[in-house]
């Protein structure tokens, strides 16, 4: 199945958050998370189902390297990206995040 790959606005500033963390780390940090992260959403473009379910419908693929996760979930033909979380944050505020942004989801 072909699926239409779509982000809510707030990942924009997930990744460029993660982004200009690890850029200002050690330069080019910032390109290699770029770099990856953009790898893990091509592999979810292709066979979403391989992500395991977490919270109700959402899915999560870790990135390499990089203790992030990207949550998302599959709605009819497409899917649908809801966020870049550090893998530290707490779960719970996670789970609001993701409840908040699904509520408020402008596609």
């Known amino acids: ?37 953009y790898a893990c959403v091509n592999e979810i473009s292709h066979d979403p189902l391989l992500c395991p379910k977490v919270y109700s419908e959402f899915r999560r693929r870790l990135l390499r390297r990089f203790p992030y996760a990207i949550y998302f979930k599959i709605e009819n033909n497409q899917i649908i990206v809801f966020g870049l979380f550090h893998c530290a944050r707490d779960p719970h505020t996670v789970r609001t995040q993701l409840r908040n942004r699904d509520e408020t989801k402008s596609l």
Do not use: A, N
Request: proline share 3%; aromatic share 22%; no cysteine.
């Open 1 to 37: 199945m072909t699926y239409i790959l779509r982000f809510l606005p707030e990942v924009e500033e997930d990744v460029f958050g993660g982004y200009i963390w690890y850029e200002t780390k050690s330069v080019g940090l910032g390109e290699e998370f770029l770099r990856i992260f």
